[in-house]
């Protein structure tokens, strides 16, 4: 069964420094997303890209975030600066068509950002 | 405010035995919900997803039902087992623009032999 994939498993990072989070995402799916989930608390979604565009953003994903779609294949999200409650573990997820569409999204197994 | 959110953060069952899983939302525009499974270390994993036109959807040892006067969808898992044991969501479309979804703050469920 096709999956999502994200590379690092585990990053740690400096605080004020940059860090590039990547996914790839399932082939022949046109949504892509990026969640976060500070430990013991729930899933807050970030971002969502479609047509190598932002579709919608939380308030969450401020000026220091950023993502894009380099290649066919991955997908990245960019903190600038980090900052120590940038600390979390941070999903990527695809689906075929919106979830407004009725179509459920798959998530990769995260990244976890620890900054020191 | 949040919208979606759980009855319980813990459920704790005998293997065997059926689980029940609650969820109340209080956006009565939502027309589409999604059960996920959390495993410890794991992202989340879909299970099963309902839309607001049906009351009731089965799937492999698992049920969802829609209950839209009271708002409320719960997770039903038959013969559980302890492969079950997780953390477990719903989720809803963040709003009509249905890109993002909104998760609750999840049920651990515990299984034990």
């Known amino acids: 069964e096709p999956e999502v994939t994200q590379t690092p498993s585990h990053q740690v990072t400096q605080m004020g420094q940059e860090v590039i989070l990547r996914c790839v995402p399932i082939?022949?799916?046109?949504?892509f997303y990026w969640y976060r989930q500070i430990l013991g608390q729930k899933v807050e979604f970030l971002v969502s890209f479609y047509n190598n565009e932002i579709s919608e953003k939380s308030e969450i994903f401020d000026d220091q975030f950023s993502v894009e779609r380099p290649d066919g294949s991955n997908f990245t999200l960019k903190i600038r600066s980090t900052k120590l409650e940038d600390s979390a573990m941070y999903f990527c997820?695809?689906?075929?068509?919106?979830?407004?569409?009725?179509?459920?999204?798959?998530f990769g197994d995260g990244t976890r950002l620890s900054i020191l | 405010g949040e919208s979606v959110g759980l009855h319980l953060p813990t459920l704790s069952v005998q293997e065997g035995d059926n689980s029940i899983i609650n969820c109340a939302y209080s956006n009565s525009a939502s027309d589409y919900f999604i059960w996920y499974k959390q495993e410890s270390g794991k992202g989340p994993q879909f299970i099963i997803d309902?839309?607001?036109?049906?009351d009731k959807r089965q799937g492999q040892r698992v049920t969802v039902l829609l209950n839209k006067t009271v708002k409320h969808l719960s997770l039903q898992i038959a013969a559980t087992q302890p492969g079950d044991s997780a953390v477990y969501f719903c989720?809803?479309?963040?709003?009509?623009?249905?890109?993002?979804?909104?998760f609750g703050k999840g049920t651990t469920l515990s299984v034990s032999s």
């Open positions: 309902i839309r607001s036109n049906m």
């Open positions: 082939s022949n799916h046109l949504y």
């Open positions: 989720a809803e479309p963040f709003n009509q623009a249905g890109t993002a979804l909104i």
């Open positions: 997820a695809s689906s075929k068509d919106r979830v407004g569409a009725s179509q459920p999204q798959h």
